[in-house]
């Protein structure tokens, strides 16, 4: 089991709709949690990062973190084609004394016009 | 823009030779890190870097070996390339101390090695 998880997609959303992506991760110990964008050829780029159980909402943006059912997943509000990127999903977890920041490998978001 | 330089922005390299790759910030962070990015996989963290001469393996370190004699230059070093060392570099900070901050990446290096 990869200790952090996501589908690789492509997940196909139509303009205007909500797009849902999911993260799981191994370590109940897990910290921190950081949704990245990006786009093709470019680097990624912070959305937003959540600490705590519950929604954090950033505009169009809302991450929900579960830490009990070990996940957190990143919604998108009314989806433009500008938002068709991969979504990186990166979870800070403990490591020796310490803490690793651990990436799963994306998920291809695609927003059809 | 967390103000970070990478150069170059496109290598390609004969296997055998080394290679360095530089990343630059303009903001006077303490940490800073190296990391690749290859299809299928999911970031992965080569070294990193907590000061001055302060650098640390990362998951991915065999083959590399990593420089930081001033605060804004972090340089990678690929002491003899190999063919599984074509990938996407990334340098990145981290604003805070490290730990739970969250990191900003520069615009990345494209090397491949033949």
């Known amino acids: 089991q990869k200790e952090v998880e996501q589908n690789s997609g492509p997940l196909s959303v139509p303009e205007g709709a909500i797009a849902s992506l999911n993260c799981t991760y191994s370590d109940r110990g897990s910290q921190s949690f950081f949704w990245y964008r990006q786009y093709s050829g470019k680097s990624p780029e912070l959305i937003m990062f959540?600490?705590s159980n519950g929604d954090k909402e950033d505009g169009r943006f809302t991450a929900q973190l579960n830490k009990a059912s070990q996940y957190v997943s990143l919604l998108i509000r009314d989806s433009q084609p500008s938002d068709s990127a991969t979504y990186l999903c990166?979870?800070?977890?403990?490591?020796?004394?310490?803490?690793?920041?651990?990436w799963g490998a994306g998920t291809k978001l695609i927003i059809k016009p | 823009d967390a103000g970070i330089t990478q150069s170059p922005r496109h290598k390609v390299t004969e296997t055998g030779t080394p290679v360095t790759l530089r990343c630059h910030q303009t903001e006077n962070h303490r940490y800073m890190y190296w990391y690749r990015q290859d299809p299928g996989h999911g970031l992965r963290l080569i070294h990193y870097s907590y000061g001055v001469k302060d650098t640390d393996k990362g998951e991915v370190s065999d083959g590399y070996s990593v420089s930081r004699s001033k605060t804004e230059d972090f340089l990678l070093t690929l002491e003899s390339a190999t063919s599984s060392q074509t990938s996407v570099y990334f340098c990145?900070?981290?604003?805070?101390?490290?730990?739970?901050?969250?990191?900003?990446f520069g615009n990345g290096t494209r090397l491949t090695v033949t």
């Open positions: 990166a979870v800070n977890i403990p490591r020796d004394s310490n803490y690793q920041l651990i």
């Open positions: 990145a900070i981290t604003k805070g101390q490290g730990g739970n901050s969250p990191l900003h």
């Open positions: 959540i600490y």
